[in-house]
């Protein structure tokens, strides 16, 4: 099908985004094609590299001989090309529709019953509900592997400002009966999207596939809780055939097309934490009869910084943000506490550790110095936990082959550096003590920014939770032929 990108993109033109749209999205200039060699790629999305020290144990011991792929019949792929292709026009609806209509974390109602729905009318054996909106579908083709294919439902607390005729512009009410501007601003519209069309391309070949296909949707993937809710709700209890191998697959502003499927680690883990100082409030004119918190807040911090660049070793990739600081109400009213919101990155359990005590001797610290007593302490809170994302390298060599077949050799990126963003999708699996899984990065920006973005100095056009995030349609058919064929490169009788 002919995806037209022109009408599309007007509105990014004069903002200081792209000023060449193509007008077609299957005809990209065949120049800007060869610049975007793999190399050139690779050198301008390297900035985000992590040093081969700050690779950890979990790296090694997740990494096995690679084996020698069978790489699909170019028939299979022809055929995924033709049953999804054909299907796009509807991937395109349910994607803009997704789109519209975002959900937050746990939130996800709506978006879980479009799945359950469409994978029941596919003949999948379909349970809703786990983890409050998760979905599991089962489809059992006969003797073979088991493979497990996942989306994640969730949007963000951003506004859009896109301006597509598909932006979402309703905000969303919270159960506390405030509402809050909400925007997919992570893909996982596209996502949900791409695993729809999977299910339905794969129903449409079982007669080239054996073993048992499981697609799931997950929520809350955006606070690091939607996977461990699953688990926690019995996913590993309720009979589900357990997986020889896994999939799934992010959006990135890279080009549309290309794909990143590299062996090894690929993603930090992450901590979400609430740190909240106790103090002593009273009337702003009058800060000797208190203890401000907000002060304490503001010292740590600062304080917080130097636990990346004095106590984490250099060679060892950290980080520590502050999302966000909870205190106060008033002008002139010093208040009682104040909270801190923290995210950590890491590649090692030591890190981690280490990273979480230095924070509670800072906090400590500050609150001693402020003149908090020691039943006053500052408080921390333990939220979404995730470890890193460790791609097996057998799988990743099996399934990247197909991959190549499906998309050209150079659109396939296996030498991808590890990211310090995070996913929960491993911590599904984490109770099985280790499914090989195989996570790609699938380009959604239109080449033409992606290469204007490059020519300004700028490694991508646009960022993932920004609020001028989008997905190019073009990358929805791709982005469910890639996990079509991934998962194909496993189950199909012929490899
Ligand atoms: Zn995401
Ligand atoms: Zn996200």
């Known amino acids: 099908m002919t995806i037209k990108v022109g009408e599309r993109y007007q509105h990014l033109i004069g903002r200081g985004g792209c000023t060449c749209i193509p007008q077609d999205a299957g005809m990209f200039p065949d120049s800007a094609i060869a610049d975007l060699s793999r190399r050139r790629f690779l050198a301008t999305i390297a900035t985000g ?28 792929i022809a055929k995924v090309h033709a049953a999804i292709d054909a299907d796009t026009p509807r991937l395109l609806d349910i994607f803009k529709d997704l789109h519209q209509h975002p959900e937050l974390a746990f939130t996800e109602l709506r978006t879980s019953g479009i799945v359950a729905r469409d994978l029941h009318d596919l003949g999948f054996e379909v349970t809703e509900g786990i983890g409050k909106t998760g ?8 003797t073979g592997p088991t493979a497990w294919l996942r989306a994640d439902m969730d949007c963000n607390q951003v506004r859009e400002t896109t301006g597509l005729p598909w932006a979402a512009t309703q905000p969303q009410r919270l159960a506390d009966g ?12 596209a996502h949900v999207t791409w695993m729809l069309g999977s299910a339905r391309a794969l129903a449409g070949l079982k007669a080239d596939w054996a073993g048992t296909l499981v697609v799931y949707a997950q929520p809350a993937e955006e606070i690091g809780l939607g996977a461990q809710a699953m688990v926690e709700d019995g996913l590993w209890r309720r009979g589900f055939p357990r997986p020889d191998y896994a999939f799934g697959a992010h959006t990135a502003p890279g080009p549309v097309g290309f794909v990143a499927n590299s062996p090894g680690v690929r993603m930090a883990g992450t901590d979400q ?6 103090g002593l409030g009273g009337h702003g004119s009058t800060p000797e009869m208190t203890i401000d918190p907000v002060v304490m807040a503001a010292q740590a911090v600062l304080n917080y910084q130097t636990i990346i660049s004095r106590s984490i070793d250099p060679q060892s990739a950290a980080v520590l943000s502050v999302g966000a600081i909870e205190a106060g109400t008033s002008n002139n009213i010093i208040p009682g506490s104040a909270t801190l919101k923290l995210n950590l990155r890491w590649f090692s359990a030591e890190v981690r550790d280490k990273m979480i005590r230095r924070i509670d001797e800072v906090g ?17 809170h333990m939220k979404g936990n995730a470890g890193p ?14 991959l190549a077949a499906l998309l050209g050799p150079e659109k396939v990126i296996d030498d991808f550096p590890a990211v310090m963003g995070s996913e929960d999708f491993q ?22 920014m992606f290469l204007n973005a490059r020519a300004a100095g700028r490694p991508f056009p646009y960022s993932n939770h920004n609020s001028d995030f989008f997905v190019d349609l073009a990358a929805i058919p791709i982005g469910a032929k890639v996990n079509t064929v991934a998962v194909l490169s496993v189950l199909a009788k012929s490899v």
Request: aromatic fraction near 4%; include cysteine; glycine fraction near 10%.
């Open 49 to 76: 590299a992590v040093s081969a020290a700050a690779v950890t144990s979990t790296a090694s011991a997740a990494s096995a001989p690679a084996s020698v792929s069978a790489i699909l019949p170019a028939a299979i």
């Open 135 to 142: 979905v599991v579908g089962v489809m059992r083709n006969g």
């Open 178 to 189: 405030t509402e809050v501007d909400v925007m997919h601003a992570c893909g996982h519209d």
């Open 273 to 278: 934490l609430d740190i909240t100082f106790t």
């Open 364 to 380: 400590r610290g500050v609150a001693i110095g402020a003149g908090v007593e020691e039943a006053h302490m500052p408080t921390r």
């Open 389 to 402: 994302l460790v791609n097996d390298e057998a799988l990743v060599g099996r399934v990247n082959p197909s």
């Open 427 to 448: 911590e599904a699996f984490r109770p099985l003590g280790g499914v090989p899984y195989s996570f790609a990065l699938i380009g959604v920006a239109p080449v033409e």
